[in-house]
């Protein structure tokens, strides 16, 4: 049922304008979803610094993180109700319907984020059937870390304490590195 997107050539600097459009969007066809399936929602966007949301290298993390996505639900035994790709300029997104406890659909996603190298690119945001978002916040965990010191992340990139050059080589790293189970 997961299918990987193609590799792309296309390298476009996305504004912030177009980014916001972009993330309302994402909500309407959200919302759309949990009208229509009434079933716990996945929405999966990669998260991935700099202007150019959509390359090579980003669809390789959205790849890894659709494959991710479909052994913890095979695993679990989750009914998948509906699923589909949106391969966007301003990232690719997927949004999975499955019929499961939204509750234990973040905790396995989270574990999943947290057992790849590249996990913390990966941004499995989880709905219930009501539209109410659960947050890594709810379950204790300590805040994400910083891809290229370790610190807390949000204070890394609001200090701007790295290059955009040294997180994409960090990042390169990571997406190259197999995953432990």
Same mark, same amino acid.
């Given at each position: ?17 177009? /980014? ?15 009208? /229509? ?5 996945? #929405?999966?966007?990669?998260? &991935? ?12 993390? &959205? ?18 109700? #509906?699923?589909? #790709? ?46 109410? /978002?659960?947050?890594? #916040? ?29 997180? /994409? ?13």
């Amino acid at each position: 049922m997961f299918y990987p997107l193609p590799d792309t050539q296309e390298q476009l600097e996305i504004s912030l304008p177009d /980014l916001l459009a972009s993330r309302d969007a994402r909500q309407a066809r959200q919302q759309e979803w949990i009208g /229509l399936h009434q079933v716990t929602l996945i #929405s999966f966007t990669v998260v &991935f610094p700099g202007p150019v949301k959509d390359n090579h290298l980003v669809r390789q993390i &959205f790849n890894q993180g659709l494959n991710a996505l479909k052994q913890v639900a095979s695993c679990r035994q989750w009914v998948l109700l #509906s699923q589909q #790709s949106f391969p966007l300029v301003t990232g690719p997104e997927c949004l999975v319907a499955v019929n499961a406890d939204a509750l234990d659909v973040k905790k396995a996603l989270i574990d999943a984020e947290e057992l790849s190298p590249i996990g913390r690119l990966w941004d499995f945001d989880v709905f219930d059937y009501q539209g109410k /978002l659960y947050s890594r #916040s709810q379950f204790d965990l300590p805040t994400r870390r910083c891809l290229v010191c370790d610190k807390e992340a949000k204070v890394c990139a609001r200090l701007r304490s790295h290059s955009l050059d040294q997180i /994409l080589c960090r990042i390169e790293e990571l997406a190259y590195v197999p995953a432990t189970n």
